[in-house]
């Protein structure tokens, strides 16, 4: 697929992680919200590094108490769901196009 094709899922991901955003803020506070976007662009920056910096990640986590850890894991479950859901969505779009 080329990038042109691939703009509308990426669109679709941004809007969702947006919204996702937004109801962390809503419902968990903005300390949740900035604890998971940290967590979010260090995977990020991994990501193009080509490894995970365990030790950023330890010292993202290591001060977290078990409920804040549950709420960081339920945050990043329901973003990979979101983001399966467009994936899903955009392979359906593109199967009409054919």
């Keep these: 697929m ?5 703009a509308p899922l990426r669109e679709d991901v ?10 962390l803020r809503q419902q968990a506070g903005e300390q949740l919200f900035d604890t ?3 967590i979010r662009q260090v995977a990020v920056e991994s990501r193009s590094q080509g490894e ?3 030790k950023r990640l330890r010292q993202l986590l290591d001060p977290l108490d078990d409920e804040a850890l549950l709420e960081v894991a339920r945050a990043f479950s329901q973003f990979l769901s979101l983001a399966n ?7 359906e ?3 009409r196009h054919q």
Excluded: W, Y
């Design 2 to 6: 080329d990038q042109e094709q691939n």
């Design 14 to 23: 941004h809007l969702l992680d947006e919204e996702l955003g937004a109801v």
């Design 36 to 38: 998971v976007e940290t």
């Design 52 to 54: 995970m910096p365990l």
């Design 85 to 91: 859901i467009a994936e899903q969505r955009h392979r």
């Design 93 to 95: 779009r593109l199967s």
